[in-house]
C-alpha cells in the first residue's frame, strides 16, 4: 500500500461529505484520481439522481484518468439504477488501480470490485472503512431494518443537567453548537421531541442555521393525548415541513383536529412500535431532541445509535435538571464503556459522539 493511500481517502471522505443532506436515501460518496503522484480529477455525490462521484472525477481528469488510482469511499456500483453503471465508466477510462473504503452492502449494486478485477484492474478494499460507514451510517443500517437510525442529541451543563432549578427555557450552548446541530438535522429524515419540549420552547425544528437539505426533514412530536397545540409554530409551519404525532391513545378530537390542520396522527403503543411506524412512512434516520422522559424512553427502548452531546462549561448545581433521571439504571461495574467516536470543540462548548450500537 503506498503511503499516500490514506491521505487520498480521507481527502475522499472529506468530498463525500460535501453531499451532506443532498443524497438520502443514497449514500454520501467521494472520489480522487490520482496519478504520477498528483490529484489529476475529483468529484462527489452531490445530489440524488446525479452523477455519482467516480464519474464526476472520470470527467475532470479526462485522458490523465488513465493509468491513474481511483480512491473512492463506496464500491463503484455494478447495476443501472437513476445513472449508470460505474464501473462501466472506470473500466473504459484505463483506470490502472481501484482503492475502495467500503463495500457497497445493497446486494443490487455491489459486484463492482468483481468486474474491475475481471477486467484486469488491481483492487483494494476496507482503507477508510469505518470513516466511510460512519459518514453513511442509516445507508448501511438501513437494508433490512424495521426502524430508523436513531441519533440522540443533547446539550448539557458540566453537571450533566437540561435546564436549571427554574425550569424556564434557556440556551446552554453557544451560536457554534447550535450551527452544528443544525447540520445534524439537515442530515436527518425527521427531528422528534416529546410533548413537553414542544409545549415549553415551541420550536420549530427546521433547519435554519445550515445550509438547506434538498427535503425538509419530518418533525415528529411524541404526544401520548395528541395535546399539540393547533397554535404552536409546529402546526402553523405544517406547509414547510410535515408534521407527525405520535401517540399512545390520543384524544380522537384533538386528534381530528390536528389532521384536519395538515399533521398527520400515527397511534403506537411504544416506542419501538412507533418507530417501525415512522420507518414505512420513509424515515431512515431519525434526530432525537427530547426532554429526560423521552430521553429515558427511548435508551430503555435499546433503540439509540449514537448519542451527541454538547457540554457547556456551566455548573447548575441543585436543583437542575438532569438529562438520564429517567434512563435505565447500571452500576458502575456492570455499565458498559461506549466508545467515543468524536471530541472536539465547538465555540466555546464541546461535542461528543458516542456509539451505543455497532453498524
Request: aromatic fraction near 4%; charged fraction near 20%; proline fraction near 8%.
Amino acid at each position: 500500500m503506498a503511503l499516500d493511500d490514506g491521505a487520498y481517502m480521507r481527502r475522499a471522505l472529506d468530498l463525500a461529505r460535501l453531499g451532506w443532506g443532498h443524497t438520502a436515501p443514497n449514500p454520501m460518496v467521494g472520489a480522487v484520481l490520482v496519478r504520477d503522484g498528483a490529484i489529476v480529477g475529483e468529484g462527489y455525490h452531490a445530489r440524488l439522481g446525479g452523477d455519482h462521484a467516480e464519474v464526476v472525477a472520470l470527467r475532470a481528469a479526462g485522458a490523465r484518468a488513465a493509468g491513474a488510482t481511483l480512491y473512492v469511499t463506496l464500491e463503484p456500483c455494478a447495476h443501472e439504477g437513476r445513472t449508470p453503471p460505474c464501473v462501466d465508466a472506470v473500466i473504459a477510462a484505463g483506470v490502472r488501480r481501484v482503492v475502495v473504503a467500503a463495500r457497497d452492502p445493497h446486494p443490487v449494486a455491489r459486484g463492482g470490485l468483481e468486474r474491475l478485477a475481471a477486467a484486469g484492474i488491481e483492487t483494494t478494499t476496507g482503507l477508510e472503512a469505518a470513516a466511510a460507514r460512519e459518514l453513511n451510517a442509516p445507508f448501511f443500517f438501513g437494508l433490512d431494518a424495521d426502524r430508523p437510525w436513531v441519533t440522540l442529541k443533547l446539550a448539557l451543563s458540566i453537571d450533566g443537567a437540561v435546564g436549571d432549578a427554574t425550569r424556564a427555557p434557556a440556551r446552554l450552548t453557544g451560536p457554534a453548537a447550535g450551527r452544528e446541530v443544525h447540520r445534524l438535522r439537515a442530515g436527518a429524515s425527521a427531528v422528534a421531541i416529546g410533548l413537553g419540549t414542544a409545549l415549553t420552547d415551541d420550536p420549530l425544528l427546521t433547519v435554519r442555521d445550515a445550509p438547506a437539505p434538498r427535503v425538509a426533514p419530518m418533525r415528529v412530536v411524541f404526544d401520548r393525548t395528541a395535546r399539540l397545540p393547533l397554535e404552536s409554530r409546529l402546526i402553523r409551519t405544517v406547509a414547510e415541513a410535515p408534521v407527525t404525532v405520535v401517540s399512545t391513545a390520543p384524544d380522537p378530537g384533538r386528534a381530528s383536529a390536528l389532521e384536519r390542520a395538515g399533521a398527520a396522527v400515527v397511534v403506537a403503543p411504544t416506542v419501538v412500535e412507533a418507530l417501525r411506524a415512522l420507518r414505512t412512512r420513509g424515515v431512515r434516520s431519525l434526530l432525537l431532541e427530547g426532554g429526560p422522559r423521552l430521553v429515558g424512553a427511548f435508551l430503555d427502548a435499546c433503540v439509540v445509535d449514537r448519542l451527541v452531546i454538547f457540554q457547556a462549561p456551566v455548573l447548575l448545581g441543585s436543583g437542575a435538571e438532569p438529562a438520564f433521571a429517567f434512563a435505565p439504571p447500571a452500576t458502575a461495574a456492570a455499565a458498559p464503556r461506549r466508545p467515543v467516536l468524536e471530541h472536539r470543540s465547538v465555540g466555546g462548548d464541546w461535542m461528543t459522539v458516542y456509539a451505543l450500537s455497532t453498524l
